[in-house]
């Protein structure tokens, strides 16, 4: 993998954001630009969802990051057990890909990107969309479900201007 | 990864069995015979224990098997979400870890191994160390917490003659 790694050039300018879930979003930065975002891959068979482990792979091999921020994942108490299994199992799945494939990550709290990113915004949902706008003004951020890509790339912004810096 | 298994002479011998959980176990069948077990690499800080999904990578490497048996996880209605939650996180990582690595699998429930395998055995906790210990004679499992280990090793024998025959 560190040879894949040196082979390909990345000299750690490419970062990659994660909101995990099956509506969250995976979205890579090139020098902190924007590059290259996508919805979560997941199976859907009508009946329930399951996150598409191998697409997933996918991505981080094509675009092959230094560093991926990864949304901490936590049990919410409003939603059913099945639901949060569901949820947290994926969270891990993401997590065990990013292990296995020798990628190093971080895992970054709601709450602490939303502190430094978030400036003076209202907590509503749209919110993130809002701030992605105002940050990245050539991202396509327009349909309402864009929501998980706003939040991946201020998870990718967070972690370059305050982790890795 | 696929060169790798060529280079190493792996011709669909080696399978690994995974119980799952913090007190799980991985186990290495070689030609149907036990060749390596071990307990499931947890990091314990004393008050909470985290997989160490490094090392659970570090053994998938070394024995690269041509497949694992995974049981399959579900939330139990006993514990507790935070319990629930870590254990699914856990297991969503080493499936996870495969997928990186690219090692085919198979999830399987508790309830079909052991139809197969737990033949006319008692449905008690101790059962599966007593069935390891008379299917594999020269596999030690002394310890009352080897129970992760006889499940292991009984779940890998489960698809070697149920699953790839």
């Not at 065990?96 to 990107?113: D, E, F, N």
């Amino acid at each position: 993998m560190e040879l894949k790694r040196i082979e390909r050039g990345n000299t750690g300018n490419v970062v990659i954001g994660i909101d995990p879930g099956f509506s969250g979003a995976i979205v890579v930065l090139k020098n902190g630009v924007p590059t290259h975002c996508e919805d979560m891959p997941v199976i859907d068979d009508g009946k329930r969802k399951e996150l598409n482990g191998n697409k997933v792979r996918e991505i981080l091999l094509k675009h092959y990051p230094s560093h991926v921020f990864l949304e901490k994942a936590q049990a919410m108490p409003g939603q059913g057990i099945s639901g949060t299994g569901r949820y947290l199992t994926s969270y891990g799945i993401i997590r065990g890909i990013l292990i296995g494939l020798g990628i190093s990550y971080t895992l970054v709290s709601p709450i602490t990107w939303r502190k430094k990113i978030m400036v003076d915004m209202p907590k509503e949902k749209g919110a993130s969309i809002i701030r992605a706008q105002q940050l990245f003004p050539n991202l396509e951020l327009t349909r309402k479900k864009d929501h998980g890509k706003a939040e991946a790339v201020l998870i990718a912004l967070y972690g370059l201007k305050y982790v890795l810096r």
